[in-house]
């Protein structure tokens, strides 16, 4: 009987100690930091080199899905004239071609990084062409499209855009139709580069 009293409060005890030490309750505040925030993902440029977007720790971001045959490819001049403004002070655009609105995106790689550099002369940096919605979206774009600062929602269309702090938390997001020099985003983008 003695016996099993003591086995019965070594157990207790053993039980007691991984119960208050379990890291259960930190791992899903953790899990839950990591998705709002996209520093743990690793994607592809437009040259299939990986980057991993931890890289761009202490820069704010500007992440835009583009197409080359859009109405809204005339966009791709605000996007430079922001990011000439804006690069010395610590600002990135990440742009990732995607085909999945109207087939504005046919091209490969290599004709998406021509057509850029020929019709607009882009210097910020050109990603691999993703998927945004869908079964094959990329898991950027999961982030970008649920978490808790922008809510849930697929992409509408081509040219959205999601400014991203330093630490790669989402803090905002930008239909299409917001040109990238409106009040609206650059006010946004003063407030994140401030900080």
Request: one cysteine or more; glycine letters at 6%.
């Amino acid at each position: 009987m003695k016996s099993i009293i003591v086995y019965s409060v070594i157990l207790f005890t053993v039980t007691g100690i991984l119960f208050i030490s379990s890291p259960v309750s930190h791992n899903k505040i953790k899990g839950d930091d990591v998705k709002d925030n996209i520093s743990g993902i690793v994607v592809k440029d437009i040259d299939n080199k990986e980057v991993h977007l931890s890289d761009y720790k202490d820069k704010v971001l500007l992440i835009v899905n583009v197409a080359s045959y859009c109405g809204y490819t005339k966009q791709y001049s605000g996007l430079e004239e922001l990011y000439k403004e804006y690069k010395s002070q610590g600002f990135e655009i990440l742009a990732f071609p995607c085909n999945q609105f109207g087939e504005q995106e046919p091209g490969t790689n290599e004709e998406i990084k021509n057509f850029c550099s020929s019709k607009f002369d882009i210097t910020f940096r050109l990603f691999d062409k993703i998927d945004v919605n869908g079964k094959n979206k990329s898991p950027l774009y999961t982030i970008l499209t649920d978490n808790k600062v922008t809510g849930k929602g697929d992409i509408k269309w081509n040219f959205e855009k999601f400014l991203i702090d330093k630490k790669g938390n989402v803090v905002a997001r930008f239909l299409s139709s917001v040109e990238p020099t409106s009040e609206k985003l650059i006010s946004n983008l003063k407030k994140e580069l401030a900080k």
